[in-house]
Nanobody
Framework: QLQASGGGWVQAGGSLRLSCVAS????????MAWFRRAPGKEREFVAA?????????LYGVSVKGRFTISRDNAKNTVYLEMNPLKAEDTAVYYC?????????????????WGQGTLVTVSS
């Protein structure tokens, strides 16, 4: 089970940090990722942390250089630092889990999903 939190309202240029906790037993070699769905759009890959202790990361083109994904294996938690935020980052953000050490940008590769947390960025 995945539990995401940290969403909210922020002005453009501001920052937010999302968290997602995975309950249950996990190994250290797995992938946790963030996707998002903006109003009227398809779900989009944001970032993934994979490999041993999350040593390998992937970013979507639209967030690279602004967002940072990190992971605390002891807490089975993945974080997404978002800074600076833009109005186009407004979306519901979902965390996802894949029991494989190789990251993926494709949502079909993830077996478990959190409930989503809403991020609203005003311009």
């Amino acid at each position: 089970q995945l539990q995401a939190s940290g969403g909210g309202w922020v002005q453009a240029g501001g920052s937010l940090r999302l968290s997602c906790v995975a309950s249950g037993r996990t190994s250290s070699s797995y992938t946790m990722a963030w996707f998002r769905r903006a109003p009227g759009k398809e779900r989009e890959f944001v970032a993934a942390s994979s490999g041993w202790r999350g040593s390998s990361v992937l970013y979507g083109v639209s967030v690279k250089g602004r967002f940072t994904i990190s992971r605390d294996n002891a807490k089975n938690t993945v974080y997404l630092e978002m800074n600076p935020l833009k109005a186009e980052d407004t979306a519901v953000y979902y965390c996802a889990f894949r029991l494989a050490g190789l990251g993926s940008v494709h949502e079909v590769d993830y077996s478990y999903w959190g409930q989503g947390t809403l991020v609203t960025v005003s311009s």
